[in-house]
């Protein structure tokens, strides 16, 4: 009786070595990151997004958020929290959204923001991927005759306060020497109105923006966009400095949008490919292989889940800028000749 | 100790002094403990810095060379160049929608009460948009510009008006011209021999029309080159639309004032001012408003306060006012929050004491001297 117990208490030690040898091999991807363990705790996500632009974040008839910029906090809501809907937005301003990220109200701001030097050091900002590439345009109406943007010598040109837009002016006029007036108008609204009647020769903002201002105007053939993007203004999410491992998930979950439209996996198809994929390079990315969620914080189905929610990065781009007649360029993938390229997947 | 009531009114209060010292170094503490977090300095050099930008619309000479300093004085400039012309129009058709309020004509009388019962329950904001955009984005493209007597121009990008370029060499004239239109009220009230020189001083702004016509050398008329009109000056809608929605808003409030100071003059003083024979506009301007002054300018202060105020805005219609300029771009350019938000407040906490202090002056002027 008692060789009984001895041989069951040893094979309970035994057993408890194997689970902590285990368990400890799982603790190899234990990601530390305060942001994640909030949100996990909260159960949402909280994105900070535009008050209303169409293509990157606006509010539908039914009052249902949409966008390239939306698709994008419901992405990163699917890899960590396993539900795209479990997102809250708030809408911010140009001039107040790095303070609502930097005071923490936020977890990340995807709001067709510009990548800068000064926002990178000065305010303490961290870049979590590009998800846009674009410059400032200018949009005219075709009835000026206005071809290119060097011939706007003494034209007003309506603009958004609080962005780079209005350095951008003012330097690209130093460098041609012309003069641009501007007149800097707080909200989107008065602005387009202003353009609409003519208080203004034009309107300018970043390509997309501009087209979707097009798309705003009450008979958007009567304006031009013209050629010129007068700067780089290479838009993504913005997150805290001070927390690595979150800014990473945010930046891997747009290489995960930008690697399915590399491989061919849409919101269609991806659970038939699911099923009988052979491929290594999509077994690991829907999960079947590897441990790359893991080794993100999140479990391996990660990627899946977000081409599940949202499809592909060229799906949402055709959805959210294809009714601007917005074409791809910059941001076509690296093999069509655009600038978007997903990391390699090792 | 505790149970004499002044002792412990006395504690009460150090202990509530002690509590706002306390809060106060809290809010400090915690606001630059959080911008050392953030890697940020707090500092107003950055005044010194090359702005960069443009600012539409100044009195002054503006240059994307000159620095954030210069921006601040432009842009305080624009707040109040429009809180005054706000407050005169305010004033005056505050005044005169006030008298006639009271008036015997009940057409008047409801017409006054339709417009302030109309302007001072609808919001400001959407005013100043509804005569920015419902109003003034009306008006024609430059052009077809509207064209009135003497070469003055309007259009949706603002009222253009013809420049007089002075003769170099003869500059002065104007200057004088400027001091005789100055003196001109207070020649009025001279005396020369015991007798007021009254309403021959009007003769001084006419002589100063004809100094300052003796100096000019050409008249720039407006006129369209390129995109806009060049030459002239221009008003810009945007202080139009502003000006129109503050002032607007504000008269209906005056006129309330006004009624109200009227009324409270005893009947006994309309009587008296009957009975010596004088014409009803002499007994309003004589007798009454006089002394309805003395009760209404306490009152006008604070409209005046709410006029300065409001002129922040500006910020939705484009006009550069400092609010617009200040914690719009040069908050985002130069990355100063506390800064900019600090220099607002400065700036509208200093003009509305100086405002103040004017008028505290004149209310001790006017008010009743008792003997």
């Keep these: 009786m008692r060789s009984l117990l001895k041989l069951v208490a040893c094979c309970a030690v035994v057993a408890g070595m194997v689970g902590f040898v285990g368990e400890s091999v799982a603790q190899n991807y234990d990601v530390k990151s305060p942001t994640m363990d909030a949100i996990k705790k909260r159960g949402e996500l909280i994105c900070g ?4 632009i169409p293509g990157f974040a606006y509010q539908d008839a039914s009052g249902k958020w949409q966008g390239l910029d939306i698709a994008y906090c419901r992405a990163i809501a699917a890899a ?12 911010t301003t140009s001039k107040v959204r790095f303070s609502v990220l930097q005071s923490g109200e936020i977890d990340v701001l995807i709001r067709d923001s510009t990548q800068t030097l000064t926002r990178n050091t000065e305010l303490g900002l961290a870049f979590g991927g ?13 009835s000026l005759n206005v071809a290119h943007v060097k011939e706007l010598n003494g034209a007003t040109i309506c603009v958004l306060t609080g962005t780079t837009l209005e350095l951008n002016i003012a330097d690209y006029g130093r460098a041609n020497n012309i003069k641009i007036n501007t007149l800097l108008f707080e909200r989107p609204e008065e602005a387009f109105a202003a353009a609409e009647a003519g208080r203004c020769d034009g309107y300018t903002d970043d390509g997309g923006s501009v087209a979707a201002a097009r ?3 009450k008979s958007p053939k009567d304006w031009l966009i013209l050629p010129e993007l007068i700067s780089r203004e290479f838009l993504g999410a913005y997150t805290r400095q001070g927390d690595d491992r979150w800014t990473i998930l945010v930046r891997w979950v747009h290489h995960a949008m930008l690697e399915a439209e590399v491989l061919g996996i849409t919101q269609a198809n991806v659970d038939d490919i699911k099923k009988s994929a052979t491929n290594p390079e999509v077994r690991g990315f829907l999960g079947l292989e590897e441990n790359f969620g893991k080794k993100l914080g999140v479990d391996n189905e990660w990627a899946y889940r977000i081409v599940k929610a949202v499809g592909n990065y060229g799906e949402n781009y055709d959805k959210y800028f294809g009714p601007l007649e917005l074409p791809r360029g910059w941001n076509e993938l690296y093999t069509k000749g655009g600038l978007q390229y997903p990391l390699p997947w090792r | 100790m505790i149970r004499q009531p002044s002792r412990r009114a006395k504690i009460g209060q150090w202990l509530l002094l002690l509590a706002i010292v306390a809060g106060g170094w809290l809010i400090v503490e915690n606001v630059s403990e959080n911008l050392a977090r953030k890697n940020l300095h707090f500092g107003f050099g950055f005044l010194e810095q090359q702005s960069h930008f443009d600012i539409p619309f100044h009195l002054i000479s503006w240059t994307v060379f000159n620095t954030y300093g210069r921006a601040l004085l432009v842009s305080l400039l624009n707040t109040v160049l429009v809180s005054a012309l706000a407050i005169v129009t305010a004033s005056l058709l505050g005044l005169l929608v006030g008298v006639m309020r009271l008036s015997v004509n009940w057409l008047v009388r409801n017409i006054a009460l339709c417009y302030i019962e109309f302007v001072r329950n609808t919001p400001q904001l959407v005013q100043i948009i509804f005569w920015y955009v419902g109003v003034l984005q009306a008006l024609p493209s430059p052009r077809q510009s509207i064209v009135f007597p003497g070469g003055i121009l309007l259009n949706i990008r603002g009222l253009y008006i013809p420049d007089a370029v002075m003769n170099p060499g003869l500059e002065w004239l104007s200057w004088l011209a400027l001091a005789l239109v100055v003196a001109t009220p207070f020649v009025w009230r001279l005396r020369v021999r015991g007798e007021r020189i009254g309403s021959k001083a009007l003769l001084l702004p006419l002589l100063a029309v004809a100094c300052f016509a003796a100096g000019v050398d050409q008249v720039v008329y407006p006129e369209l080159k390129g995109f806009n009109l060049a030459g002239g000056t221009q008003v810009p809608p945007e202080l139009v639309a502003l000006w129109m929605g503050i002032a ?22 309309h009587e008296a001012a009957l009975s010596i024979g004088l014409h009803s506009w002499q007994r309003l301007a004589l007798v009454i408003l006089p002394q309805a002054l003395r009760i209404m300018v306490p009152q006008m202060t604070s409209q005046y306060l ?7 805005l500006g910020a939705a219609i484009a006009y550069p006012e400092v ?9 985002n350019q130069a990355n100063k929050e506390i800064e900019t938000i600090l220099i607002v407040v400065a700036i509208f906490v200093t003009l509305n004491l100086l405002t103040s202090m004017m008028m505290n002056w004149y209310n001790r002027r006017v008010a009743l001297v008792e003997r």
């Design chain 1, 49 to 52: 997004v535009d008050t209303g």
């Design chain 1, 80 to 91: 960590l929290l396993g539900n795209p809907d479990k997102v809250k937005y708030i809408g």
């Design chain 1, 130 to 142: 590009l998800n846009f590439f674009t410059g400032q345009a200018f949009m005219v109406k075709r």
């Design chain 1, 215 to 217: 798309s705003a105007m």
């Design chain 2, 248 to 269: 607007i808003y504000a008269s209906a409030f005056i006129a309330e004032i006004v009624r109200g100071s009227i009324e409270a003059i005893p009947k006994g003083q």
């Design chain 2, 306 to 312: 709410n006029i300065i105020k409001s002129s922040s």
């Design chain 2, 323 to 331: 609010f617009a300029i200040f914690t719009g771009t040069v908050l």
